[in-house]
């Protein structure tokens, strides 16, 4: 059992702390928001996250998890820190955004203030490799009393499974510094195993840089894989081919598998994948290797949403005072964010060419308000959204719309009823069959079957 202090309860930290704190350590979360502790303390959590909020309160009641304003406490309880603050993309004037770092300064700030014994500072935030060894340096700047080591200890969670990501990982990397003969320090180490002790699963013991390192190429990996299936589809589309069948032939090479992220869509967002690959992209830059792999990856990810727009326009001939239904506004189902959402493009262009335009997400409606304003109408549900629609344009797969009453949605929507799928959900034999005009990514566009077609 280890007394651990978090830094920053966003995604990441809360998630983090709640989980440490159910493997039976005592857990300290610090966050500078008053507000978001104030609520902590009574068990309610600020995003939505499956499993979260439970996990939260079960802690909280058996008392090995505390929220704290009072970042003095949470570094002098603490052994080992782990700095989760956030690290949002800097906008740049030209070029790719770089990651801002400040807050992850700001931490070792108060670490390096404030420690009252040895302490282990852990960074679980994403951050550009090298920045493990900017920590110590800060740290070692800031003159503290005494001993620390520093560790990185990347996060591999995904939002909306994130309880779950991180109850069971696939592997968890530690990343330490080497001493004078190049040997991995072991006091670190062996603290962070013990931390550890009670995930079953794989421990990958490495330099701080390699760790750094691990994370970004295999975000950027997953990310290229999404570039690449969507690059397929275009070609499907092209030639008459169904993207779906070609993942489904790739995925059985083992070497490929069945977990690859080859569903073709509408293309990537969130808070991760973008940031990390043009982190990768600019330390590329700097160490003079050529960086053109990742820049396609991310503009082949920026054209799919105007490539999904144009079939919007092709299937409509015309958007102005068209009725459209948007569904699913998150950046992927299972959470309310909206961070670099693909939906923001498609519903703001939309709006644009006039069309009128109602969105519905089972969680991110209040997201959504600050990204449309009153240009859209909000649907309460999902109904609301559909009824006497021309189109339905699904952006967010979300279990509410693939398991939607297709056959009472067809009736409810206007004659014809076009259907864009941008994530591939249904089958359209069945589509046709059911009255749709139904276009989707990388599959042949298909008609009604002839006697649904005036239904
Ligand atoms: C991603 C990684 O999967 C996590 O391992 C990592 O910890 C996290 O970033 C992070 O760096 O914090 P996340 O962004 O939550 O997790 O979501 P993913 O499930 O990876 O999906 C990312 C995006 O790719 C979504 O927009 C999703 O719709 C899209 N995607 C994914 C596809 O378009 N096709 C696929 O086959 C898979």
Known sequence: ??????????YVGLTHGAILAEKGNNVICYDIDREKIERLHKGQIPIYEPGLEQLVRKNLGEQRLEFTTNKDFCIKESDILFICVNTPPKQSTGGLRKADLSYVEHAARDIAEKMNGYKIVVDKSTVPIRTGEKIYETLKKFHPPHNFDVVSNPEFLREGRAVEDSMNPDRIVIGVMR???????????????ELYQNFNTKIVETDIWSAELIKLAANAY????VSFINKIAELCAATGA????????????RRIGQYAFLNAGIGFGGSCFPKDIESLHNIMMEEQINPELLKQVLEVNNAQKYYFLKMIEEGLWTIRDKQIAALGLAFKPDTDDMREAPSIEIVNKLNDEGAKVRVYDPKAMEQARSHFGDNVTYAKNLEEAVIGTDAIVLITEWDEFKNM????TKK????PANFFDGRNVFNPKKMS???FYYYSIGRPHIEPRKENKKQ
């Not at 001493?179 to 195993?193: A, H, I, K, V």
């Open 433 to 435: 069959e059911i009255g």
């Open 179 to 193: 001493d004078g003969e190049g040997n991995l320090l072991e006091t670190p180490l062996e603290n962070m195993r």
């Open 242 to 253: 169904d993207v779906s069948e070609v993942a489904k032939g790739m995925r059985l090479d």
């Open 1 to 10: 059992m280890k007394n651990v202090g978090v830094i920053g309860t966003g």
């Open 222 to 225: 997953l990310a290229n894989q």
């Open 405 to 408: 009453d297709l056959e009472s």
């Open 412 to 415: 409810m929507m206007n004659t």
